[in-house]
């Protein structure tokens, strides 16, 4: 594995290596995998590099073989789409694979893939981008659906590392909290600049309250993300209600006054003869 002189240069020579003896009936056909029996590709560079390495291709087959090759997951590329192995020999094919410059530093996966005669074979791929590993995450754009009480937030992962997040919800009205939900792991894991929008059910929310709702969110290695919102609640029938309940201590009230208010007697006129 090297850095290649000059980004975005891909090697296009096909090296034709060595003979392979005639497979014996049942064996295994035309076999894919990385140059000097690796079990796998293995890349390290910067961002902004191109880093080149090696297929090899075996046919030991009686008849020449033609192998499309891609990449899958990185940004890999082969000088040509197809190589035509000829009998019974290893074919070398270089490719390479482009680190780009916005890439975080971390590890990264992807595939070689190498199709004929209707099989398919892949080869793993395995790229390190050295750098400080840094773990953040923020919640946003939280809002609060006041018809069904469903609450929408986004999850943004802002560092280097895959994060598997928590969430813990909690909702205060008036007259105190009304919903109250410990972390729980959720069913997602974000890559490094990846996003998500995420939906939580409130199945009994209040009929008429002002609510405020607190999102916090965790990943092993980051500091806890938090974000709130506001929102009014206030349905039909508890307007209605809410109304018809001012209407009736108004009027007790009222009453309550007029019980308490004193009976004064009419005075005579001055002069008058009892």
């Keep these: 594995m090297r850095a290649a002189a000059r980004p975005g240069l891909v090697a296009a020579a096909t090296a034709l290596c060595g003979v392979v003896a005639a497979a014996p009936p049942g064996d295994p056909a035309w076999t894919a995998a990385p140059a000097a029996g690796r079990p796998y590709v293995y890349l390290e560079g910067p961002a902004g590099s191109v880093l080149q390495d090696t297929l090899s291709l075996t046919n030991p087959g009686a008849r020449p073989l033609t192998v499309r090759l891609s990449g899958r997951g990185a940004p890999v590329a082969f000088a040509v789409p197809s190589v035509t192995v000829p009998a019974r020999t290893r074919a070398d094919v270089p490719f390479a694979v482009t680190v780009t410059a916005d890439t975080p530093p971390g590890d990264h996966r992807g595939t070689v893939r190498a199709v004929a005669d209707g099989r398919e074979v892949r080869v793993d791929l395995r790229l390190r981008v050295p750098g400080p590993r840094l773990a953040a995450l923020t919640v946003e754009d939280v809002r609060v659906d006041t018809g069904t009480g469903t609450l929408r937030y986004t999850l943004v992962n802002r560092g280097s590392t895959v994060l598997a997040p928590r969430l813990a919800v909690r909702a205060e009205g008036l007259l105190g909290t009304l919903l109250e939900r410990p972390a729980r792991p959720l069913p997602v894991t974000l890559r490094p600049g990846e996003r998500t929008t995420r939906a939580e059910a409130w199945p009994d929310p209040p ?67 009892p």
């Excluded at 506001?230 to 307007?239: D, E, I, M, R, V």
């Design 207 to 273: 009929a008429l309250d002002s609510v405020t709702v607190l999102l916090t969110a965790t990943a092993p290695g980051a500091s806890p993300a938090t974000a709130r919102a506001g929102a009014a609640f206030a349905s039909g029938p508890a307007l209605a209600g809410a109304a018809g309940l001012l209407l009736a201590a108004t009027a007790g009230a009222v009453r309550a006054l007029r019980r308490r208010a004193p009976t004064r007697t009419p005075r005579a006129p001055a002069g008058a003869t």
